[in-house]
Each structure stands twice: as structure tokens, then as C-alpha cells.
């Protein structure tokens, strides 16, 4: 059977940083546009380039500092094109096949680039990887990713036989367990020890003398350590109650030159714990060669002793421990405490009326920290009834007011009476005032009989102007006593049918006894002036009536409506801390100290249970009311004292004294309750709010645990800002593991795990842990490099990842399967959540339950109760909440409701591949059932390496009867392990999460790489 290609543990993502030397794709220039995570096709042209011609596009990368690694192994480019034909991906100036997709998929098309040429950062950084049209086909790139492998391969054999790597170096494989040559001849490891004392020299010990060059790790290695000598390097999970396993190393040396028994007498070089001390390992032939060995252990002197026969023993442990057992109270040293000097009342005395003299005792706690969204706000229906409302009467109609008719001073009219037959008009010298410059006046004549006056001659009118006179003449009418001849403006003018058509009149009276017509005309009457005597005539128009004013409708009334409306049924989840008093203003302030850091939002308060609005009660002042926040000087919604950043609220009023407890709180009530959402993503309020239990845990070692100085204002800490002084770039705590940890508890449960806490008693560093690992159901551990890593069991059986077996790796007679009958056995489990951080239950816990299965009960015929799990960091006032909590149960009561099968093996150094958490099959002949167990999965519990005798020692546990056996999701239900998509089995096996600084690879199992 040929040999197998190793899997590849330590994978990094390597990210486009920018352009490379070949820029031909469209647009140019516009590498982010490949850069995007995850890409999204929907966005079209803006997250692509294009090429229609056969031209290449390069771009380059992240250096190899970038990921803290020295050495690179292999390195595979992945496309993610869309087109078609023979295209290829570039690395470093080579072309490797690539037949691109129909339509965008990550990992679609086939054929990736892939180089197993070994680079540092000088060989490394400058390579430029890219694709290549060669075609000239119309192709369009969404994605262009890359990943390399950071580890020295560890190849696992499946007997003797040969095997080439890319058409180079051939590897003779053996059943031998020690380390091969790419040349074939036998070489061993060799490992040293290195110790830096008080004044910073560095001292490095081999079992053999290792005569290096002094710029080589240490140079010359003295050959001290006893043969036999290196103590075991031991690693683990933690356990049930999510308590982190203290890592160790060290090493037995010879003492016969008394060099450290001369440190222990010097003034400073006795001072040996906690110094730094590493373990390194190498094959001889790459130690000859200066290649960068492999770290197995970095920490701190935990323990050293002289020993009989001039003998020295020195254990070393991780920076945990080391770090908390500086100070007396080594478990509260992570803890930032509430000072006089950024709270100078804190610790004041006041005296009121009501009550006795009262101190505010808040000095020396723990300044709060609050960690995802503590909130029960909830808007529930209230229903509102407006009573009937009675009708009112209408007033009566009120009566109108008669009109006064019009009247004019004609004569009285007579039908019967002939008119003028004729008339018309003839201008004299004379002056004339008339209406206006060149007007034209209208003239009619009546008959005047027996005191009567007549109907109008015929209508005829004159222009006259400023210095003209007129004359009207007219004939007689038989028996006439005299006439009237009018003057108007008017176009029809009648003094008895239409009277007020004209707005100014004239007239004059004519008897009937003197003949002055001209031109054949009886009679005539000369104009000279309107002002000549002639009366007006006295044309009043009738004055209308004011009519009936209408009375006022009654109302008809209204019935009794009910309407619903929503109000904030929430009570408040979280009780800030009281420091005193303090003038803002000119107005006394009560100070409630929130978090000692950015929170997200104070979303809503509550005095007595009752919903205040934050946004206008004149008694609270917060970033809510954000006129009054600014009007007292208030800038940012965070308050930065003395260099250190807080959120910080003020009360007054009544609410501010239940809040100092000068009054107090209404029977069964809380006096004050907050709902706030905590820390945040950037340190200033801006981000989005921190939900999960990995990446709270994350949080707090990058700020708080890791750092000496643990965070104080600006943006958070990153796990790149702590990193350990000995061993170049290499940070305390692998972050990478814990965004790993977020994509498979997204893959158990739709929308993740979500998980809300406030920290506001004293608690150790590694309690303060052990909440997360067990509320989020995963486990911490120390990885090969000494780092805090997270990892979670998988709930699906592993693919494509290389195991181990009894013919050609397991170390004979080291193989040994236990149930935990007595140990880790329990099919009843108590709990309790939504812990009481405002005082409302005597247990300090919102609910507690238990679950059961009833399948294990009845089938060991005995009931097995767990100690209670309590879920410090788990509520169950959300959805997402609640359905954690029954997930996290869940699990552990299937992980246990069997006893657990304990798996130890020993493994040859192919073992160092393996971390604590990670998952492999077994075959081996032993296994349980008719036939052993062939690619078995266990997952690895602990990590034991013996340098003396080449070995790993795994100790692990079955998953395939916690598979098979334990239902999950349901009391007796089995998981449909069988039945997932192919995508939701690789969701656990993905080695990148989708987060800023990764993205998925091609799909890949992680073990699989190769």
C-alpha cells in the first residue's frame, strides 16, 4: 500500500494586502474587490475583475510575521472563478491548472495551486500569487484566497515503502520510530532546554554537547541533562466543572560543576521561578543546518530543587499559572478595583434624615464588567378603556334681522306715457367738468306728465373732454308738462329699471314752454358744469336682512372603546454600582458606575419595578437624553477618568435616593435595575456588541488576563499586543482557536451561542474561565505552543483526516480502553442560569431545572445525578437564550448519560501533530465490538510527550458511542448524523471562520490538507 500524505496541523489563512506586478484585469488596480469575506456574488461588478484577453493579474500578501511563524511548509492558492477553458492560478511566477466555474461557488472549479516548497519570510514575502487567462475566454474573479501550512510535515505511513514530493526529495518510510531525512539515512531529534535568569543570560542544556553557533538559539548547548532526564510535557483539556489543566515540562540535569547551585547562592540569580524556560526540538541533520526548530514547551519556572548526587531539577509550567500566583490574592489580580482616585467619594459618610450615618463602601470591589446583552426588556399588550362619553343638546335657531329697502327720488313711473321720440347731442364753447379726461357720457331723456315720469328715449352717447360743453336736444311730446334729461357712466341707465347701473348721475328738468332746440329740434339743454344746481338722484339701494342663524347641533355621545398599546414589561437584569455623589451642573448627582469600559447601550432603567423613559425622566442622567448628556459637558456616552475608561450614569431625585439606599425599595421590588448591552468590538461604544461565549472569553484574556497592564481606554486589545518576551511573536493566547469555536456552535445550533454576564464579585482568573468553558460548551486547553486555545467536540464523524493503527504507529501494548463507570457517569443533571445580579432571589439564580434521561436510566437500572452545573454566563430571556441553554444541556447530558469510554495510546513523534481537542480515527484490533474498530473517532483529552522514549501518550475518549447512543436532541432521540448535507458536516472541520481576518477555505477538512 503506497504512503499517505501527512495531514496538516498549524494552517494559517495568508490575505491580499495589495497589487502585484501584473495588473491587466479590469479594473485595474482593484485587488479589494477579490479581497471581499465572504464574497458575494449578488454584488456584482463591485466585487469582481474581469479579463476578455489571455493577460495575468498578481497581487501580494500578508508577510510571514504577519502569523507569527518563522518556516512555511506548503502553500495552496484557491480560485473562485467564473468562466470557462484551461485557465491557471500563479504562484510564484508557475502556472497551475485551473478549470474555472459556470457560475460563482467558493471552491468550485477544480484543480488549486499547490507548493511544497519550504520559505522563510525572506523567500516567503515577496512571492506574488495570481491567475492567469490563458485563453482570452471572458472570465470574471470574485475570490483569490490562500493558506499555507506552518508546520513541519508529519507523515504517516502505512508501512515501508518511498514516496516523492513534488517530483524532489524522496522519504524512505520505516516502522521506526524516530525522525527520517529527506536523504534516507537514520538521524535522531535532539532537544534542549532553555532557562533566562534574573539578570537576563541565557542558558541552554542538551543531553549531548550541540556545538552551535552562538547566534543559533543559545549557541553552544552544555550537555547536562540526564540521560532519561526531560520530564514529560503534559497538556489537556479542562475538566467537567471547566477548570483549565496547568500545563508542565522540565528536566532532571547534572549538577557536578555546581553551576546551579552558584545561581541559587547569587544575590539575584537565586530568584529562579518564574523565569522564562523553553523546550525546543529539531531533527540533528536540520540542527546542522540552522533550520528553525520546533517549540514543545514555552512558559515559566514553576518549581526547581537541588537534588541527591549533585543532580538539578527544574519544572516549568504555562503563563497561567504564572501569572497568577505573583500576588497573595493571585486569583483577584486580573481584576481592576474601584479606587478614591477615579471615584473620590466612593467611600464618603453622608447622613440624611431618614437614616442613620451610612458609608458608600464601594472602594476596593472590582470595577464591573459587563459582557453581551443583559436584558429582559419586552413590550407587552396593555389594554386601555375609554369610558362613555354623554350627548349635549343643540341651541335653537336663532331669528334674522329684516332688511331695509332701497328708495330713489324719481318720479313716479307711467307705462302708458309715450318717450321722446328722438334726441341727440351738440357741443358749444364751454367749460365742462366731466368724469375724467376725453370720457364718453351716455345720455336718455323721459316725458314728464301729470307728475309722472315717462319711459327713456333712445340711448346715444358723446365723448366730451376737460374744456368742452354739451348740448342735448330733443323733440317734444304732445301734452308733456315738462322733461327730464339724465347724464351718466353707465351703459343702459334707467332711473326706474335699472337705477344703479351707472355709478354716477346727472340730470336736469325741462318744461315744455320754451322752444331753444337747434337743428329742427323743439327743445334743448346746454351742459356747462355737473356742479350747474342740478340735484342728484337720490338712489339708496336696499340694506339685505341679516338671515336666520342656524342653532348649534347637540352631540351625539360616544360608547365606552377599548384600545391596545404596547408597554415595557421588562423589570431590569443588572444593578450598577453606587460611588457616591457628585455635582454636574450645579445640581447633586447620585454616580452609578456601569462597566469599567465602553458599553454598547444603557438600554432602560427601572425604579420599583417601573419602566422609566430614559430619553426624557429629568432624574436620570444618561446618553439616552442626549441634549441634557451634552449640556452637562458630556462628549462621548463613555467617561474617561484619569486615563481609565468607564460608563457612567447619574441619578437624582427619588430615584437617586433608592439608589443610595436613603429611602427604600417597595415591598419585593428592586429600587433600581438596568438593562444595558456590554462590551463592544472597537473600546468606544461603536462596535457591535460582544455575544458569544468564545469570543467573550477571548475578550477577557486579550484585555484583562493576558496582558500585565490589564486594559484601561481606547481600543480593546488584540491577542498581537501580548506576546511571550523569549520566544519572537508568539502570543499568549491563539485566537484563531476561539473564532473556530463560534463557527461549529453556529453549525450545533442556527444563530450560535449567545451568552450575557456582569463580573462584578472577586473571582480567580481560572474560575472566571471556567464559567465560559462550561456555559459554552467548550474546552480550554494549552496548545503545543503553550497558548490558551479553545476547542469544541464535534458532533460529526470526522472526514478525510488521517488516523493512527495497531499495524503501523500505535505503540505496541499501549492501547487501553476504560468506562468510566464510577467517574463519568450521570444520566441526571441539575442547573441552573439567568443568574440574580440585582438581588430578587435568595439563591442568587433566576430559574433552576434539571434534565434526565430516561433511556439510561431505565437501561443501567440506576439513577446517576451530576453535581448541578451552574451557567453563569447562560439567560434564557431571549429565544436565542433559551434555545442555548437546551442545546448546551443537551449535550452534556447525552456526553455522559453512557459512561464514558476512556482510549490511551502511545503514538511515536508523528504524535506531536495532535493538540489537545482534536479529533482522529483508530483502528486497532481491540477496539469494542466483533471486529475491533476500524477508523474509529476519539478525541484527545490530554497530551503527554516522552522525549526519553520518543513518544506521545494520548489520552482520549470514544465519540462514536456519544454519537451513536447519547441523544441530543431529544431525551431519546439519536442525532441525524447520517443524514446531514455534506456542508454541514465540513461546518466543524473548516480550519478558518468566517470572521475580519479569515476566510473559508475550499472546504477542506482540516486534517486533510495535503
Not at 519544572?315 to 481584576?335: E, I, N, P, V, Y
Not at 481592576?336 to 458609608?359: G, M, N, Q, S, V
Not at 431571549?878 to 482510549?903: E, L, S
Request: proline share 7%; glycine share 10%; aromatic share 10%.
Amino acid at each position: 500500500m503506497p504512503p499517505t500524505l501527512p495531514a496538516g496541523k498549524i494552517i494559517y489563512p495568508c490575505r491580499l494586502t495589495g497589487q502585484g506586478a501584473s495588473d491587466d484585469w479590469t479594473p485595474a488596480g482593484a485587488w479589494e474587490r477579490i479581497d471581499e469575506i465572504p464574497f458575494d456574488p449578488s454584488g456584482g461588478a463591485g466585487d469582481e475583475i474581469t479579463s476578455a484577453a489571455a493577460v495575468d493579474t498578481t497581487y501580494t500578501h500578508q508577510p510571514l510575521s504577519a502569523r507569527h511563524v518563522e518556516t512555511m511548509y506548503g502553500w495552496k492558492v484557491y480560485a473562485n472563478v467564473k468562466g470557462s477553458g484551461a485557465q491557471a492560478v500563479l504562484l510564484d511566477g508557475a502556472e497551475h491548472a485551473h478549470t474555472p466555474s459556470a457560475a460563482y461557488s467558493v471552491g468550485a472549479g477544480t484543480g488549486v495551486a499547490l507548493d511544497w516548497t519550504e520559505r522563510t519570510a525572506v523567500t516567503f514575502d515577496d512571492v506574488e500569487f495570481g491567475y492567469r487567462n490563458k485563453t482570452g475566454a471572458a472570465l470574471g474573479m470574485g475570490g483569490l484566497t490562500s493558506e499555507f501550512l506552518a508546520d513541519p510535515p508529519v507523515w504517516h505511513y502505512v508501512g515501508g515503502g518511498e514516496l516523492t514530493i513534488g517530483g524532489e526529495s524522496a522519504v524512505t518510510f520505516t516502522e521506526e520510530a524516530d525522525f527520517r531525512a529527506a536523504d534516507g539515512r537514520t538521524s535522531v531529534p535532539v532537544a534542549w532546554l532553555e532557562l533566562t535568569d534574573r539578570e537576563e543570560a541565557r542558558h541552554v542544556f542538551a543531553e549531548v554537547d550541540l556545538n552551535d553557533d552562538a547566534d543559533y538559539y543559545g549557541g553552544y548547548k552544555r550537555p547536562w541533562i540526564l540521560a532519561d532526564g526531560f520530564l514529560p510535557i503534559s497538556r489537556g483539556l479542562s475538566d467537567r466543572a471547566g477548570q483549565m489543566e496547568h500545563a508542565s515540562f522540565g528536566a532532571i540535569l547534572s549538577d557536578v560543576t555546581r553551576f546551579f547551585r552558584g545561581l541559587l547562592a547569587g544575590p539575584k540569580t537565586r530568584y529562579l521561578t518564574n523565569r522564562p524556560l523553553v523546550e525546543w526540538i529539531i531533527d540533528d541533520e536540520d540542527r546542522r543546518a540552522e533550520k528553525i526548530p520546533r517549540v514543545l514547551a514555552v512558559g515559566y519556572t514553576a518549581d526547581y530543587s537541588p537534588r541527591p548526587d549533585l543532580t538539578f531539577e527544574v519544572r516549568g509550567t504555562d503563563w497561567l499559572k504564572k501569572k497568577f500566583s505573583r500576588k497573595a490574592q493571585a486569583g483577584q489580580a486580573w481584576q481592576p478595583l474601584i479606587t478614591l482616585d477615579d471615584f473620590p467619594h466612593a467611600a464618603d459618610e453622608y447622613f440624611t434624615a431618614t437614616a442613620a450615618t451610612r458609608a458608600v463602601g464601594a472602594v476596593g470591589l472590582p470595577v464591573p464588567i459587563v459582557l453581551g446583552t443583559l436584558s429582559d426588556y419586552h413590550l407587552v399588550p396593555q389594554i386601555i378603556t375609554n369610558p362613555a362619553v354623554p350627548g349635549v343638546p343643540g341651541t335653537p335657531e336663532l331669528p334674522g334681522v329684516p332688511g331695509t329697502p332701497g328708495h330713489t327720488n324719481v318720479l313716479p313711473y307711467d307705462s302708458t306715457i309715450p318717450p321722446v321720440p328722438d334726441a341727440q347731442a351738440n357741443r358749444v364753447s364751454d367749460g365742462l367738468s366731466v368724469f375724467g379726461d376725453m370720457e364718453r357720457v351716455n345720455v336718455v331723456v323721459t316725458v314728464i306728465i301729470g307728475g309722472e315720469e315717462g319711459p327713456i328715449s333712445h340711448y346715444f352717447g358723446i365723448n366730451v373732454g376737460a374744456s368742452d360743453s354739451a348740448k342735448v336736444n330733443f323733440n317734444g311730446v304732445p301734452g308733456a308738462d315738462g322733461y327730464r334729461v339724465y347724464l351718466h357712466n353707465g351703459m343702459a341707465y334707467d332711473p326706474h329699471g335699472d337705477p344703479v347701473d351707472a355709478s354716477t348721475v346727472r340730470f336736469q328738468t325741462h318744461d315744455n314752454s320754451t322752444a331753444d332746440g337747434d337743428y329742427g329740434f323743439e327743445h334743448g339743454v346746454i351742459w356747462r358744469s355737473w356742479t350747474d344746481g342740478s340735484p342728484y338722484p337720490d338712489v339708496v339701494p336696499e340694506v339685505p336682512g341679516t338671515p336666520s342663524q342656524p342653532g348649534t347641533p347637540g352631540s351625539p355621545g360616544l360608547p365606552a372603546v377599548s384600545s391596545t398599546i404596547y408597554v415595557d414589561g421588562g423589570k431590569g437584569l443588572y444593578r450598577p454600582v453606587y460611588v457616591g455623589d457628585e455635582t454636574i451642573g450645579g445640581v447633586p448627582y447620585r454616580v452609578a458606575l456601569v462597566a469599567g469600559h465602553a458599553c454598547a447601550y444603557v438600554e432602560s432603567a427601572y425604579v420599583n419595578g417601573v419602566a422609566v423613559d430614559l430619553t426624557t425622566d429629568p432624574d436620570w442622567l444618561t446618553p439616552r437624553n442626549a441634549a441634557a448628556w451634552a449640556a452637562a459637558g458630556f462628549a462621548t456616552d463613555y467617561t474617561d477618568i484619569n486615563g481609565r475608561r468607564y460608563t457612567v450614569i447619574y441619578l437624582k431625585g427619588a430615584a437617586g435616593n433608592l439608589f443610595a439606599g436613603v429611602t427604600q425599595p417597595d415591598e419585593g421590588q428592586v429600587a433600581i435595575a438596568l438593562n444595558v448591552w456590554g462590551a463592544e468590538t472597537v473600546g468606544d461604544g461603536s462596535g457591535a456588541v460582544i455575544e458569544t461565549p468564545a469570543a467573550q472569553a477571548l475578550w477577557l484574556l486579550n484585555n484583562f488576563l493576558a496582558p500585565d497592564t490589564p486594559y484601561q481606554s481606547g481600543a480593546y486589545l488584540t491577542a498581537d499586543d501580548t506576546t511571550y518576551p523569549h520566544v519572537a511573536n508568539l502570543p499568549l493566547v491563539d485566537a484563531p482557536s476561539f473564532a473556530v469555536v463560534d463557527v461549529a456552535a453556529a453549525a450545533r445550533l442556527t444563530g450560535g451561542y449567545v451568552s450575557a454576564v456582569a463580573i462584578l464579585d472577586p473571582i480567580t482568573a481560572l474560575d472566571l474561565l471556567a464559567w465560559f468553558a462550561v456555559g459554552g460548551d467548550f474546552d480550554l486547553c494549552f496548545n503545543r505552543k503553550f497558548q490558551v486555545a479553545a476547542s469544541m467536540e464535534l458532533i460529526y464523524q470526522s472526514t478525510g483526516v488521517a488516523g493512527v493503527d495497531d499495524v503501523t504507529n500505535i505503540v505496541d501494548r499501549s492501547f487501553e480502553i476504560v468506562d468510566e463507570v464510577t467517574g463519568a457517569f450521570f444520566n441526571i443533571f441539575p442547573f441552573a442560569y439567568s443568574r440574580d445580579l440585582v438581588g430578587r432571589f435568595a439563591d442568587g439564580w433566576g430559574v433552576t431545572d434539571e434534565t434526565r434521561s430516561d433511556v439510561s436510566i431505565a437501561m443501567y437500572e440506576q439513577e446517576r445525578t451530576a453535581p448541578r452545573v451552574e451557567l453563569h454566563i447562560l439567560r434564557g430571556e431571549t429565544a436565542q437564550g433559551a434555545a442555548t441553554i437546551a442545546d448546551v444541556m443537551a449535550r452534556k447530558r447525552g456526553r455522559y448519560q453512557d459512561p464514558r469510554r476512556r482510549v490511551t495510546l502511545a503514538l511515536p513523534f508523528s504524535g506531536l501533530s495532535y493538540e489537545p481537542g482534536d479529533v482522529f480515527p483508530v483502528t486497532h484490533i481491540e477496539g469494542i465490538g466483533a471486529e475491533g474498530w476500524v477508523d474509529h473517532d476519539v478525541r484527545v483529552a490530554r497530551h503527554e510527550v516522552d522525549l526519553n522514549a520518543g513518544q506521545v501518550r494520548l489520552d482520549c475518549y470514544d465519540l462514536e458511542s456519544l454519537w451513536g447512543l447519547s441523544g441530543l436532541w431529544a431525551p431519546d432521540g439519536t442525532p441525524d448524523r447520517d443524514g446531514a448535507s455534506e456542508a454541514e458536516k465540513l461546518a466543524y472541520l473548516f480550519w478558518a471562520p468566517n470572521a475580519p481576518d479569515n476566510f473559508y477555505s475550499d472546504g477542506a477538512a482540516v486534517k486533510s490538507w495535503s
